[in-house]
Nanobody
Framework: QLQLVESGGGLVQPGGSLRLSCAAA????????IGWFRQAPGEARQGVSC????????YYSDSVKGRFTISKDNAKNTVYLQMNSLRPEDTAVYYC??????????????????WGQGTQVTVSS
């Protein structure tokens, strides 16, 4: 059974850091790519970052480039999103999602196959 479970969200002050985790049960991270998305109240869902199944290709949206880092541990079947220099505008529910697309690339499109339940990130003083 496919299941994605996010964790690591919380309340942090501006300039602080959080690391989100996405545990992927029933999935082979070598065969799929994983994306992180976020959605703030009243706003459309936004693609944040993704990582390919093989060769570790990564992609970041302009709004997080240089501040967020995506990585994965295939042995633990977990993908991470390290978020540094957080800003109030990063406040959102963060979701991870799996896509059975190309193994050597990733794309932040809307047609991902499986989604997690989300974890809340709040950046506020």
């Amino acid at each position: 059974q496919l299941q994605l479970v996010e964790s690591g969200g919380g309340l942090v002050q501006p300039g602080g850091s959080l690391r989100l985790s996405c545990a992927a049960a029933g999935l082979d991270l070598n065969q799929i790519y994983i994306g992180w998305f976020r959605q703030a109240p009243g706003e459309a869902r936004q693609g944040v970052s993704c990582i390919s199944g093989r060769r570790g290709y990564t992609y970041y949206s302009d709004s997080v480039k240089g501040r967020f880092t995506i990585s994965k541990d295939n042995a633990k079947n977990t993908v991470y999103l390290q978020m540094n220099s957080l800003r109030p505008e990063d406040t959102a529910v963060y979701y991870c999602a799996a896509h059975s697309g190309p193994r050597y690339a990733c794309y932040l499109t809307s047609d991902f196959d499986s989604w997690g339940q989300g974890t809340q990130v709040t950046v506020s003083s």
